[in-house]
């Protein structure tokens, strides 16, 4: 079990799943519970027992299906309602019946909201903190307190705020959470308020909203303060713009701040950890997420790359390799000799001066063209690979394709693509249909290749974006496709530029088919 | 002009372009610069001319074609190589020759960087900017000065670092910007690094990145120590983690701290400009962007909906019309209508209760399924005139049509589109050929239509854009598809959505079609 003296106390799977378009199964709140264990926190709230059944059912299978190396369970739930004894709340039975070790109670400490929300005067919300707390307590469950709306409520009545502290400390409760809950704090307002909380001796904790974009901040503003204890979720998953990013606060406090909260090696899992949670969400990960994005160390270099060959940490605030990230050096019209060096050399290839300069010179001519190798990285590798063989070579050889979408007197909508093409000595004729043109082209080339080449089968096209350069009068625009692919184990992306867009989205997908062809180790024909 | 006490400096079509996966063309540049002169911003950082030749003809344009009310332009640029002079030096020419009323010099302030990126001595980079800026002054340029690296210089060499803020000061630079390059810092380190540098007696700016997701608190960490100049980029747009997002900074200093930076009614177009950028710069829009996003002020309900009509300013930080953005309920229908009211106004239509809701309700259906309306004013009065007449009423109807694309054997590359129509009274059939499936679609509509209605020659498709919008669990990506149409005295755009790339083009091409025979005069058959 993790050290006490500092929390780090993740609420992905309660106030994280209150995200917009989130929603998550019990099994995937199960695998998301794995994955932050993984990375070392200290505490994981599992959700609302009693309040939601598949938050009950959550943690009955918890008990049995969770081996938690470094984190507790906590169980969140509300005080007792007004009028009545905990002992009797059911909703607070389900709370002692979670089995889980730690009870975090949500209480209100904004004088307004207990009269308009909660409908109860300040003196019975006191009342229902304390009851609550020691009866929990008393049953042999550690406690920690939410106190909802709490800068808010400071602002509107400080005594009445710090009175909340003070009673749930008294009744028991190990730890207070300070919450911004509409997240309009600032950095230097939250602090000295946390001041104040952290005087009344209480041990206190803090919990961020971004709508300001500073809960990141406003949560090491807060630990300055003399807070212990940090409440945020995977990736900024939240409500509204999110709760606190837990992976930044973690990273910036342990690497910048020299906090030891998680294991030094689970810290540099915490990239993979990152992204193993999007596919979990269905979130789409934000590549420019701190530390863990995949921009995050990414350089269009062009002015820097031979900077940055002379040493990197002139160019990066800390080696991305103690979060499991890594330097990127994107291929740009701004790029020269430098960058291409330094790219070919990450995808493993030594390039003699002639091949750079060859090289640099066909990305220049393609990028004034329309094309991008930033964002596509097989796209340069197979251009990489051509330069340094001296020749175009493929597993197949196209001879003709047609691509018809049709909208029928009937309304009915058709797409449908034909592909002839050359592989291994046969011609073949495919025709797929889909739910348009890519799609249908897609499912052309597959179902002529899938007898010579079984392996596509796992090969998946995941996303495609289209971006129209130029529009202006007199000149044509040109028409970009990135196609981002995956077999299960990778993804890569592959571009294609014309006039055309189906022209243009051939083109990727030709060098996506290729590509995926090439890691699965085809030799060409 | 903007209020010269303090500076809000944007830096998007700059050091914002940075970001992977952007690319912005002249067009587009010119497009956003007269956004983020309608929210009220200062200073208009264009590019670098000189060093890239897209910024050089951004700059050449922007002469004649950018008409800005608030913002000044801004050429960036380095200081003159070593040992040349910088009446001398190509690069610095082409920032005098730019017509930029200011001019921003990007100067190593980290010793280690002097050394080994520009590989020249201390005393030299301080010469080169002593003489880089009094001779853009004496020219009669505004000069800034981005003193690059500050803060890790700073902490590698403090007197060094000050010393090139003193002399960019006394050369006659009117603002130094300390830049944190790498993004590294937390606020209150950088705030006592601020604080030293305003000791110089400088004009301190500030310009932060976002590496540790703190760059808006550094931000105003930065102002709170005394810099009175704030650099950001639209979004938070920028390399890597990106840069500070300047609409948050600005709504935070202006809705938080009093500043009044940007005139109030602009300050109410925010959100409204931030998506209209990410339209020109296609990049996915961030729903959970502090105040301008989409989710920015959306509540799943439950617990607090009957509080919330209470008292909504229980539950946000601030009122969103502020920001022009509003609250959303995401399981009840509270939003829309106001605006919707309001936009038929502008529009001159005057809408029944009975009207709006139905529209509202409209609206609604159609956005959960991937329209927007707020880049499709056209579509949106097709729509409220559909409302408002009950029935759909147009000037053709479409029987069907047809688009074949074909790569030929011979290479040859045959886009061909076929549409079947009554316009009327009559059945006509017209065939037209493009460079594409939409210009042919385009040419084939024209055609069939242009002997009832000439004035048709005077419509022009010119801007075409699309995105793929992701789909959520199971169900299928869909594309949208807007296109702007001119018939020489204004423009306008129409949007169309469907899983097919073609049929959404198809869509917004009957629209554009439509409002355009509209705009004419034409009466509805």
Known sequence: MADDRFHVYDTTLRDGAQQE??????????????????????????????????????????????????AQLAAFGATRRAGVKAADDPLVAALRESGAPVVTLVAKSHDRHVELALRTTLEENLAMIRDTVSHLRAEGQRVFLDAEHFFDGFRSNPAYALEVIRTAAEAGADVIALCDTNGGMLPDELAEVVHEAVGTSARVGIHCHDDTGCAVANTLAAVKAGATHVQGCANGYGERSGNANLFTVVANLQLKRGYDLVPRESLAEMTRIAHAITEVTNVTPNSHAPYVGMSAFAHKAGLHASAIKVDPNLYQHIDPAQVGNDMRMLVSDMAGRASVELKGRELGYELTPDHTKALVDRVKDMESQGYTFEAADASFELLLRDTVQGERRRHFEVESWRVIVE?????????????????????????????????????????????????????????????ILEGTHGTHAVTRVLITSSDERAEWATVGVAENIIDASWQALEQAVTYGLLRAGRELS
């Open 21 to 70: 378009g989130l929603n998550l199964t019990v099994a995937d709140k199960l695998v998301v519970a794995r994955h932050l264990d993984g990375l070392g926190v200290g505490f994981i709230e599992g959700g609302w027992p009693g309040a939601n059944p598949k938050d009950t059912e959550f943690f009955r299978r918890a008990r049995t299906e969770l081996d938690l190396k470094h």
């Open 407 to 467: 909208r029928t007197k009937g309304g009915e909508l058709v797409s449908e693509a034909t592909v002839k093409l050359h592989a291994k000595g046969e011609r073949i004729v495919a025709t797929g249909e889909g739910n348009g043109p890519v799609n249908a082209l897609d499912k052309a080339v597959r179902l002529a290749l899938e007898q010579l080449y079984p392996e596509l089968a796992k090969l998946e096209l995941i996303d495609y974006k289209v971006r």
